[in-house]
């Protein structure tokens, strides 16, 4: 019998080495630990982290899926629209059940608060390996690890994309839409896609946007130039056809609100501004630095309102030593992009086009900007993140080529890691975020399918 035994785990042993053995396998299996590890810690950021909104604001939104979830009833609107500045009163809503959904339907799967938080990462990752793999195609020669381990840990790509906000859900759909727009003009496309292929990613990527964020309407000039380009190389409108038909599936979802009694068009319309906002326009550089502040580690928004705080910050958590060399860095890497703008030599065929396009979206970003009530804070535009990430890594790509340039983007890479699973640590003591504050009243909403316990929607709410 025993000597069976030790065959059997001989047998096993043997197999298992030689399993193990393979390059090509064991690469696999250290893609997915390391998948797992970011995922582990994005997923960490919206469980422990404070959100960057107001938390009322993450308290609503939870609300949407939860009534969803508690009532069956079907969800014709979704993100709220607020009238800024001061008086945050509700004037609208997204129209389309996608937001609702997205958060009511892994309640149904899995009955805990911590349902939600996991298709919302496991989204918001996808879009961001989706637009890294892309990458990687266009700059061969940066690794790989450093290109998905970067965006996934900057800061805007960590913050601002894992906690229950709208946000979190637009973010890939703007990843996949930049991809395959880009993939649509001749001079900025890499094969990778095919046009019609791409036509039809740029419509659902932009059915699904429509009902989650209302700064859509910041894609316009990417539609002229793209259908405007078809139509001169083919003659045809055959683009404009796929298009329509990548926006079928989600257009599910919000087909139904528009055929609502209470649906008003006119409404949707008034809640944009068109006066011209004087404030905003003395705000262009504050708005430079905002729109290249999202490819940069712009660590110190996150840790405290003044300096004196963030410093005091810092200083008390030892762990978070990397934050002071990360702080100046993060604020280098901005000048840096804002510099390259201007070299003109580049290996890169498209290099002339990617600065065109860097430049051009900031422009038409801050122009928008200066017909909204709103200020020009990064969540009005963060959709346009693929764009300055993109133009970024061009940047690095050329860092990247010198000795020292590697060595530098290798310890800043490191100290981002170690920094970002610090910074985790720390918050999570403080419990400021959603699962933490509320953990008891979702479980309790969730149990007992009351959203009330929760809390109310916003008075006027349309759903």
Same mark, same amino acid.
């Given at each position: 019998m025993n000597a069976v035994r030790e065959a059997t785990t001989k047998i096993i042993e043997v197999c298992l080495n030689n399993f193990l053995s393979a390059p090509k396998l064991r690469q696999l299996l250290l893609l997915i630990a390391l998948a797992l590890v970011f995922f582990v810690l994005r997923l960490a950021f919206g469980l422990f982290v404070a959100p960057i909104q107001p938390m009322i604001d993450e308290v609503q939104t939870c609300l949407l899926g939860l009534k969803y979830y508690a009532?069956?009833?079907?969800?014709?609107?979704?993100?709220?629209?607020?009238?800024?500045?001061?008086?945050?009163?509700?004037?609208?809503?997204?129209?389309?059940?996608?937001?609702?959904?997205?958060?009511?339907?892994?309640?149904?799967?899995?009955?805990?608060?911590?349902?939600?938080?996991?298709?919302?990462?496991l989204f918001s990752m996808a879009g961001l390996c989706f637009l890294a793999h892309y990458a990687r195609k266009r700059l061969p020669a940066l690794p790989a690890w450093f290109i998905y381990s970067w965006l996934l840990i900057a800061p805007w790509c960590v913050h601002f994309s894992t906690s229950m906000m709208n946000v979190s859900y637009t973010l890939p759909l703007?990843? =996949?839409?930049?991809?395959?727009?880009?993939?649509?003009?001749?001079?900025?496309?890499?094969?990778?896609?095919?046009?019609?292929?791409?036509?039809?990613?740029?419509?659902?990527?932009?059915?699904?946007?429509?009902?989650?964020?209302?700064?859509?309407?910041?894609?316009?000039?990417?539609?002229?130039?793209?259908?405007?380009?078809? =139509?001169?190389?083919?003659?045809?409108?055959?683009?404009?056809?796929?298009?329509?038909?990548?926006?079928?599936?989600?257009?599910?979802?919000?087909?139904?609100?528009?055929?609502?009694?209470?649906?008003?068009?006119?409404?949707?319309?008034?809640?944009y501004s068109y006066t011209f906002n004087w404030h905003n326009l003395s705000l262009f550089f504050t708005?430079?630095?905002?729109?290249? !502040?999202?490819?940069?580690?712009?660590?110190?928004?996150?840790?405290?309102?003044?300096?004196?705080?963030? =410093?005091?910050?810092?200083?008390?958590?030892?762990?978070?030593?990397?934050?002071?060399?990360?702080?100046?860095?993060?604020?280098?890497?901005?000048?840096?992009?804002?510099?390259?703008?201007?070299?003109?030599?580049?290996?890169?065929?498209?290099?002339?086009?990617?600065?065109q396009l860097s430049a051009g979206t900031f422009l038409w970003v801050f122009f928008v900007l200066l017909f909204t009530m709103k200020n020009p804070n990064v969540n009005t535009f963060y959709e346009m993140i693929p764009i300055p990430l993109l133009y970024s890594l061009y940047v690095w790509e050329r860092?990247?080529?010198?000795?020292?340039?590697?060595?530098?983007?290798?310890?800043? =890479? !490191?100290?981002?890691?170690?920094?970002?699973?610090?910074?985790?640590?720390?918050?999570?003591?403080?419990?400021?975020?959603?699962?933490?504050?509320?953990q008891d009243q979702l479980t309790a909403a969730i149990d007992q399918k009351n959203y009330h316990l929760l809390g109310e929607r916003r008075p006027g709410a349309l759903y």
């Open positions: 009532t069956n009833t079907w969800p014709y609107y979704g993100n709220d629209l607020i009238t800024p500045p001061d008086n945050l009163i509700l004037q609208s809503q997204d129209p389309g059940a996608l937001e609702a959904l997205l958060i009511g339907l892994p309640l149904r799967l899995w009955p805990n608060p911590i349902a939600p938080f996991v298709l919302m990462n703007s990843c =996949l839409f930049f991809v395959a727009w880009m993939e649509s003009i001749p001079e900025l496309s890499v094969g990778w896609i095919s046009l019609p292929l791409a036509n039809a990613l740029m419509g659902l990527a932009f059915s699904g946007w429509i009902q989650l964020h209302r700064n859509f309407v910041l894609l316009a000039p990417f539609f002229l130039i793209t259908f405007l380009s078809q =139509l001169k190389n083919s003659r045809k409108a055959d683009g404009f056809w796929y298009f329509l038909l990548g926006a079928v599936p989600l257009s599910v979802f919000l087909i139904p609100t528009l055929l609502q009694e209470n649906f008003h068009l006119s409404r949707d319309v008034h809640s708005t430079l630095v905002q729109f290249f !502040a999202m490819a940069s580690f712009e660590m110190p928004r996150f840790i405290g309102m003044h300096t004196h705080q963030r =410093l005091l910050y810092l200083a008390d958590n030892v762990f978070l030593w990397p934050g002071f060399f990360l702080w100046y860095f993060g604020f280098i890497q901005i000048l840096i992009l804002i510099g390259f703008h201007f070299v003109i030599k580049n290996p890169h065929r498209d290099w002339k086009w990617i600065v860092g990247w080529n010198y000795p020292w340039g590697k060595l530098c983007l290798q310890v800043f =890479l !490191a100290a981002a890691i170690i920094f970002q699973i610090g910074y985790v640590l720390a918050r999570i003591p403080q419990k400021e975020s959603l699962y933490l504050m509320y």
